[in-house]
C-alpha cells in the first residue's frame, strides 16, 4: 500500500514536499514516480526515479521546479516542488513499477497511492 502525504493550498511561487510512504512492500524493488490528475485532464507523469536513485525523469513544464528523491531505508519517496504555479493544481498520486525501464505511461505502473491535493492560487 502507498500513502501519499503533503498536498495542500500554497500561493504561487511557494513549495511543497510530498511524500509517499509504503507498507507492506519494500520500494526498493519498483521504479517509482510521481503522477498528477487535473480536473478534466488526463493522468500525467510528473517525475520518475530508478530503484537506486541514480536516474530520474521529468516533464518538461517541471524541469528545474520539481526533484524527485527516494529514500530507500524509510521506504519513502518524496517530490520537492518549488516553485509553484496555478498550472500545477492537481490531484497527485505516487506509483510503483515493476519495470527497470522508465516510462511515462500510467499503463506501466502497478501500484498507486490514493491521491493528495495540490492547489496553487494565483
Known amino acids: 500500500q502507498l500513502q501519499a502525504s503533503g498536498g495542500g493550498l500554497v500561493q504561487a511561487g511557494g513549495s511543497l514536499r510530498l511524500s509517499c510512504a509504503a507498507s507492506?512492500?519494500?520500494?526498493?524493488?519498483?521504479?517509482m514516480g510521481w503522477f498528477r490528475q487535473a480536473p478534466g485532464k488526463e493522468r500525467e507523469l510528473v517525475a520518475t526515479?530508478?530503484?537506486?536513485?541514480?536516474?530520474?525523469y521529468y516533464e518538461d513544464t517541471v524541469k528545474g521546479r520539481f526533484t524527485i528523491s527516494r529514500d530507500n531505508a524509510k521506504n519513502t519517496v518524496y517530490s520537492q516542488m518549488n516553485s509553484l504555479r496555478p498550472e500545477d493544481t492537481a490531484v497527485y498520486y505516487c506509483?510503483?513499477?515493476?519495470?527497470?525501464?522508465?516510462?511515462?505511461?500510467?499503463?506501466?505502473?502497478?501500484?498507486w497511492g490514493q491521491g493528495t491535493q495540490v492547489t496553487v492560487s494565483s
Open positions: 507492506g512492500r519494500t520500494l526498493d524493488n519498483y521504479r
Open positions: 526515479i530508478g530503484r537506486t536513485g541514480v536516474y530520474t
Open positions: 506509483a510503483a513499477s515493476n519495470s527497470i525501464l522508465m516510462s511515462t505511461a500510467v499503463s506501466r505502473y502497478d501500484y
